[in-house]
T-cell receptor, first 113, second 115 residues
C-alpha cells in the first residue's frame, strides 16, 4: 500500500543532542512537508520541499534542518539550537498544486529529557 | 498571507445531536479550503475540500461544509453525531509560498461526544 512512513514513533533525547526524524513516501508525490504540533496551537510549518534538492523555510524553521536528496525521502534534523524541541512532528506529502490534499504520516513524538 | 481561525477550541455535543465546527479564513482568491480530522497520536486525514464549483461540499463519515465567500467562512457540519466522531478537527487553507504551495492550519477544535 502507498503511504508515508515516519520513524521512530517515539524518541527521547538529552539536551544538547541532535536527532534526525525519518520520513519516506512511496506515493510518488513531488512536494513534502514537515509540521510541528503542540497542544492548542494546531500545526505549524517547519520546512517544505517542492522538488528534489530544493526546500524552503516555513514559519518556524529556526533550530531545524532538512535535506531532499531523493524524491521519496525528506528527513528532519532537530538540532541543539532548537529551544523547545519536545513536540509531535508530522510529515506530509502532496501531489500537484494547491488544490491537492496533504497525506500524513503517523507522526513522531520527540521528548527532550 | 493567508490565515485560519477556528472558533472554539473545544465543542461538546450529545450523541445524535448536530455537530457544528466553525472556521473563518483570511481572504484570497481563489481560496482552497480543507477540513482534516486527527485521532489521538495519529496523523491527519482529509474529511473534505473546496477548490472550485459547488459551495456545499460533502465529505466522508457524513460531514459536509459550505463555502461562504461573503462571510469568509467554511463551517463543518454533521446532522447527527456519533461516538466515533470524537476527535480533533482542523480547518486549513492552501497558500502560494515562495517555494510552492503550502497549507496553513487553524489551531484545531476538539470534539467531545456524550452518550
Amino acid at each position: 500500500d502507498g503511504g508515508i512512513t515516519q520513524s521512530p514513533k517515539y524518541l527521547f533525547r538529552k539536551e544538547g543532542q541532535n536527532v534526525t526524524l525519518s520520513c519516506e513516501q512511496n506515493l510518488n508525490h513531488d512536494a513534502m512537508y514537515w509540521y510541528r504540533q503542540d497542544p492548542g496551537q494546531g500545526l505549524r510549518l517547519i520546512y517544505y520541499s517542492q522538488i528534489v534538492n530544493d526546500f524552503q523555510k516555513g514559519d518556524i524553521a529556526e533550530g531545524y534542518s532538512v535535506s531532499r536528496e531523493k524524491k521519496e525521502s525528506f528527513p528532519l534534523t532537530v538540532t541543539s539550537a532548537q529551544k523547545n524541541p519536545t513536540a509531535f512532528y508530522l510529515c506530509a506529502s502532496r501531489q500537484g498544486a494547491g488544490t491537492g490534499e496533504l497525506f500524513f504520516g503517523e507522526g513522531s513524538r520527540l521528548t527532550v529529557l | 498571507a493567508q490565515s485560519v481561525t477556528q472558533l472554539g477550541s473545544h465543542v461538546s455535543v450529545s450523541e445524535g445531536a448536530l455537530v457544528l465546527l466553525r472556521c473563518n479564513y483570511s481572504s484570497s482568491v481563489p481560496p482552497y479550503l480543507f477540513w482534516y480530522v486527527q485521532y489521538p497520536n495519529q496523523g491527519l486525514q482529509l474529511l473534505l475540500k473546496y477548490t472550485t464549483g459547488a459551495t456545499l461540499v460533502k465529505g466522508i463519515n457524513g460531514f459536509e461544509a459550505e463555502f461562504k465567500k461573503s462571510e469568509t467562512s467554511f463551517h463543518l457540519t454533521k446532522p447527527s453525531a456519533h461516538m466515533s466522531d470524537a476527535a480533533e478537527y482542523f480547518c486549513a487553507v492552501s497558500d502560494q509560498g515562495t517555494g510552492g504551495f503550502k497549507t496553513i492550519f487553524g489551531a484545531g477544535t476538539r470534539l467531545f461526544v456524550k452518550a
